[in-house]
């Protein structure tokens, strides 16, 4: 079992910046690395970005792509997004997943999810 918990949503304006975070406890050794996925009202799930726990490689959705950075800290069991130039269409619910094959991109590859967080960027 892996328990993962997201925090540092909230409300930002357009072109502000926000950083999620994502603890994990548990059997984190079992899996490889970690993924944030985002879901707005009425949409799919769908990808954001993917790090192994060694830290590299990282992996983007083109739609976030020199905007978001993805790193962990090891040590912690703990992954970071930071969200720069935020624009309207980032607003979501942004989960964090484990899974076995770090750097997949696709959701049936995770095993283990978080609650999420709510992002909403204002224009």
């Known amino acids: 079992q892996v328990q993962l918990v997201e925090s540092g949503g909230g409300l930002v304006q357009a072109g502000g910046s926000l950083t999620l975070s994502c603890v994990a406890s548990?059997?984190?050794?079992?899996?490889?690395?970690l993924g944030w996925f985002r879901q707005a009202p009425g949409n799919e799930r769908e990808f954001v970005a993917a790090i192994t726990w060694s830290g590299r490689p990282t992996y983007y959705a083109d739609s976030v792509k020199g905007r978001f950075i993805i790193t962990s800290n090891n040590g912690k069991n703990t992954v970071f997004l930071q969200m720069n130039s935020l624009k309207p269409e980032d607003t979501a619910a942004y989960y964090c997943?484990?899974?076995?094959?770090?750097?997949?991109?696709?959701?049936?590859?995770?095993?283990?999810w978080g609650q999420g967080t709510q992002v909403t960027v204002s224009s």
């Open positions: 997943a484990t899974t076995t094959l770090g750097g997949s991109r696709s959701l049936n590859d995770y095993h283990y």
């Open positions: 548990g059997r984190t050794l079992n899996y490889s690395g």
